[in-house]
């Protein structure tokens, strides 16, 4: 059956009398059965939309320019057209114009037509994807989280990556039954991270540049707190208020009598784990504010973990995960944790028996941390203005490149700065006595040092009062 306008135009006549069935009145059996069946004409009435949006945006592609479809309506691009046109959000809308652009609607009578090439040809490996929307198996936020997990292919990508790229699609068509859309993005980011780890540090990146918080006046006098966390920074935030709230979430019980009691005392409080986790999370910023300067937050354990195998840390490939979590990270994140927080080598046997932990790699000391911190006076990067206590002892010298843990061989860095130390190819080293923080190629193509002195006006004081300097 082919969906025409005529029909359509009889599907959607309001003047039509249309009421919801009876939903109190059916059985179990007949609910859950009502449900599949209108989750599948849904399916199939999304992938016509899709299809259409798909068109709509071919009308509006950006070579028409003014005559394009969406602008001749007023509209500024075709998403912003159909999203007026359906109701929907934003988001709904990229979605089903990202996901029509694969479906491919031209039949053998149709003359090949170059102003087509979809995003279909552009991404092969998704033709299944496009053909299980277009015959109502998969729905439109299914297919865009594979499409989306899978990442798009460029000339620095491996050899042969259509060609995986390709199976990894029919595996996730395979098993997309059994996953939320949620963990089928997830487990398609993953796939991909396995084939080709650059773009596992791509990816990252990608995520981590959407992040933003947003706080948000309400008529009440409440603000609302909106936002976007990347995997890394969800994992820190998400262990703390797990910290504050976990022992009312039915974990395991607790034989120390300690730990006891404050599960007890969690029962009994009367705030709900909501307003525990945003009570918490206020008073770690109202601490944070108050923190004394002069203690550096680096020296505290990490809350996160992060699992590498020593293979793909030796040899520069593959990519980490964070405990607990379903995405990879990239080794320029694995290696600024390490940095930071050191690294504790597990041994396992050949069963996957997980037999012995090794020695943590050397940190510096407390003593030395508070050298360092008295030494720098907060972050090193020229303009920085972050105290000690926000920041990380970074090593110039890598631990696994020689580098010890000398005084020398430590500088404060904040977070975000230790991050693009690590994962934008900044570099900071130690020369003639003087720190110095060297830009990445597609900053500066000479790649000129640039000074990175203390920030510790006591320092500047005694050098002068010794007559260092002037
Ligand atoms: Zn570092
Ligand atoms: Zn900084």
């Not at 592609?61 to 509209?75: M, S």
């Not at 936002?227 to 797990?242: C, K, M, Q, R, T």
């Not at 037999?355 to 030494?375: F, M, P, S, Y």
């Amino acid at each position: 059956m082919t969906i025409t306008t005529d029909s359509l135009a009889a599907i959607g006549d309001l003047s039509v009398a249309f009421a919801p069935p009876n939903a109190a009145r059916m059985s179990d059996d007949e609910l859950l059965a009502a449900q599949s069946a209108l989750a599948q004409i849904g399916r199939r009435v999304s992938a016509a939309a899709a299809t259409v949006a798909g068109e709509i945006a071919h009308r509006s592609r950006p070579d028409l320019g003014e005559q394009g479809l969406a602008r001749r309506r007023g509209a500024r691009t075709p998403e912003i057209l159909v999203q007026q046109i359906s109701g929907g959000s934003a988001d709904d809308a990229r979605s089903l114009v990202r996901v029509g652009r694969l479906i491919d609607t031209t039949d053998a009578d149709t003359a090949p037509d170059p102003s087509r090439e979809s995003a279909a040809d552009e991404a092969p490996w998704l033709k299944p994807v496009a053909e299980a929307v277009a015959a109502g198996r998969l729905s439109i936020a299914q297919a865009d989280a594979i499409r989306g997990g899978l990442g798009t292919v460029d000339e620095h990508s491996p050899a042969g990556l259509g060609e995986t790229l390709a199976r990894a699609a029919l595996e996730l068509l395979r098993d997309c039954g059994s996953h939320t859309v949620e963990k089928l993005a997830s487990r398609a980011r993953f796939l991909r991270a396995e084939l080709d780890a650059a773009a596992a540090a791509d990816g990252e990146r990608r995520l981590r540049e959407r992040r933003y918080l947003h706080l948000i006046p309400q008529r009440d006098g409440m603000t609302r707190i909106t936002g976007l966390l990347d995997p890394e920074s969800a994992a820190l935030v998400g262990s703390a208020i797990d910290a504050a709230t976990s022992p009312r979430r039915g974990g395991p019980r607790f034989v120390d009598p300690d730990e006891g009691n404050r599960a007890e005392e969690l029962a009994r409080d009367p705030r709900s784990i909501e307003q525990i986790a945003l009570d918490s999370m206020v008073e770690l910023i109202r601490i944070g504010g108050q923190a004394d300067a002069s203690k550096v937050l680096g020296a505290r354990r990490p809350a996160v973990r992060i699992l590498v195998t020593a293979r793909d840390l030796a040899e520069g490939t593959g990519f980490g995960t964070i405990e607990g979590q379903a995405d990879p990270v990239s080794l320029d994140t694995v290696r600024r944790t390490i940095c930071s927080a050191g690294a504790v080598p597990i041994m396992f046997d050949r069963n996957g028996q997980g037999v012995d932990l090794g020695r943590t790699v050397r940190l510096h000391t407390a003593r030395q941390r508070l050298i360092i911190a008295a030494r720098d006076g907060g972050c090193i990067f020229p303009g920085c203005d972050r105290p000690p206590s926000w920041c990380e002892v970074h090593h110039p010298e890598t631990w696994h490149r020689g580098g010890g843990t000398s005084i020398e061989n430590g500088v404060l860095l904040c977070r975000h700065h230790h991050l693009l130390i690590h994962n934008d190819g900044w570099e900071v080293i130690h020369r003639d006595g003087e720190y110095q923080v060297v830009p990445p190629a597609s900053i500066d193509p000479a790649r000129k040092p640039l000074p990175a002195p203390s920030k510790s006006p006591t320092l500047r004081r005694l050098l002068h009062q010794t007559g260092v300097a002037g």
